[in-house]
């Protein structure tokens, strides 16, 4: 984490410091958490529509908060007797702190950026290079123009890689961040349906993800799937500067995958004569880690070194996660939906053999702009009736996948719920030993909820 001199930290944001008296206190951290900060942290109140972090300043104190920002024309309190640093606006400094902090630092930043498999292939990452490099990531979903700022002001000193996720929801978000972590290797995963209701086509979606590009330098390396329709098409259109490399079963690929014959644990592939395995489900996975191959391999990792980081992969939970319970197993992959993950999650469920029958609970797929209701009723009705045994869609708009679903299969075969509960229930009857149920849908629909309620049950 930062620890600077609170008179350094106010020279690295052109802040004015409360009192010279206090120019040599050691800041260890930022919070912008009054519920979680630290003693010797610097606390920096952030202001919204519906909240104010500045009412927190006193009991940041009494947590042991060693300073605070906060902007200008804010009166502080009489009471409050630790030092601060004014500032025009405190969202800014939090970003332009992390800014200088970069600029500080020795590591080699990469950034990661796509629309599935960002924090699959962050995670897979981190855990390669850690085989040789002190290496340090996002933690959780910290994505955005504070969760960015954020992770980078948790790196150490001594930090020699950081592996940092860009999320993006409109056009610039991903030119602040990607100003703020300075990339030296940037890739994108892929472009998908998700955030088509802001950036409207896919290939809004790639010019947004693009401007991952605009923090690196022109010794930067981008790397990008070449498999993925927009990207193969419209990368070749770009006027990029900076060393351009691609991963993919395209021949054309830099690195060309091969995907070979694997166990339902494990995946298998190679590259050349180099063969590779990884102990995650779904081929959607081998792209995330062919890509990290490669960037370890830019880093100088041998394959046995490679070879031994892939075998410690885990599943990020909710993401493709395989729960083995008392006589049936559940495949979390609940965290987030959009047509392309959803349909790399079916053919997941297809390849998963040993099963007497396989379960579907589909939630709605949030944030894909006005074509909604058509890109639900496609993806419905894709699903193979002769590899899924039922289909229980609850939400909105999964009626509209329901109606796509029901083209295929029987009728007592699929369900719509308006509630949960009621998918809940119709699930419970369902399941019998040796069932698979698979259970996904975005974020706001929490349909964690569902496996949490079948997490114990008795059959």
Do not use: W
């Amino acid at each position: 984490m930062i620890k600077r001199s609170l008179g350094h930290i106010a020279k690295m944001i052109g802040g004015a410091i409360s009192d010279e008296d206090f120019l040599d206190i050691e800041i260890c951290g930022v919070s912008t958490d009054s519920r979680t900060i630290d003693p010797g942290e610097l606390y920096i109140p952030l202001v919204g529509e519906v909240f104010d972090g500045r009412i927190f300043i006193k009991e940041c104190e009494e947590k042991g908060a060693a300073a605070f920002i906060v902007d200008k024309d804010y009166k502080v309190n009489k009471n409050v007797t630790i030092p601060y640093i004014r500032v025009e606006d405190t969202k800014k400094a939090l970003q332009d702190l992390a800014k200088a902090y970069r600029d500080e630092l020795k590591c080699k930043v990469v950034a990661i950026t796509g629309s599935n498999g960002k924090t699959t292939t962050k995670d897979l990452l981190t855990t390669i290079l850690s085989e040789k490099f002190k290496t340090q990531k996002t933690k959780g979903n910290l994505n955005n123009e504070i969760g960015v700022p954020k992770t980078v002001l948790s790196l150490d000193d001594d930090c020699e890689i950081a592996v940092i996720e860009l999320g993006t929801d409109n056009f610039g978000d991903i030119s602040l961040t990607s100003t703020i972590v300075r990339p030296d290797i940037s890739m994108i995963t892929n472009i998908g349906d998700s955030h088509l209701h802001n950036l409207k086509t896919k290939s809004g979606i790639l010019k947004a993800k693009l401007e991952i590009l605009e923090g690196m330098n022109d010794q930067g390396t981008f790397i990008y799937n070449i498999d993925d329709p927009t990207m193969k098409e419209e990368i070749p259109t770009y006027d990029i500067k900076e060393k351009v490399l691609s991963f993919g079963t395209d021949p054309k690929a830099d690195f060309n995958i091969k995907f070979e014959e694997s166990p339902s644990s494990k995946l298998r592939f190679s590259n050349g004569k180099d063969h590779y395995e990884i102990p995650l489900i779904g081929k959607h996975n081998v792209y995330n880690a062919a890509a990290v191959v490669m960037i370890a391999q830019f880093f100088g990792l041998d394959k046995e070194t490679i070879n031994k980081g892939l075998m410690k992969a885990k599943s990020s939970q909710n993401r493709s996660e395989l729960l083995e319970l008392d006589g049936f197993d559940v495949l979390d992959d609940s965290y987030k939906s959009n047509p392309q993950a959803l349909l790399a999650g079916l053919e997941t469920v297809y390849e998963l053999f040993g099963y007497k029958q396989k379960i579907i609970c589909l939630s709605d797929m949030l944030e894909l702009g006005e074509d909604e209701a058509k890109l639900h009723y496609q993806v419905g009705e894709k699903i193979d009736p002769k590899k899924i045994d039922f289909c229980l869609f609850y939400g909105p708009l999964s009626y509209h996948m329901y109606e796509g679903a029901i083209q295929n299969f029987k009728p007592n075969k699929c369900f719509y719920f308006e509630h949960k509960d009621g998918l809940v229930e119709k699930l419970k009857s369902l399941i019998s030993p040796c069932t698979l149920v698979f259970v996904k849908g975005s974020h706001g629909m929490h349909m964690e909820e569902v496996i949490d309620q079948v997490r114990n049950l008795n059959i």
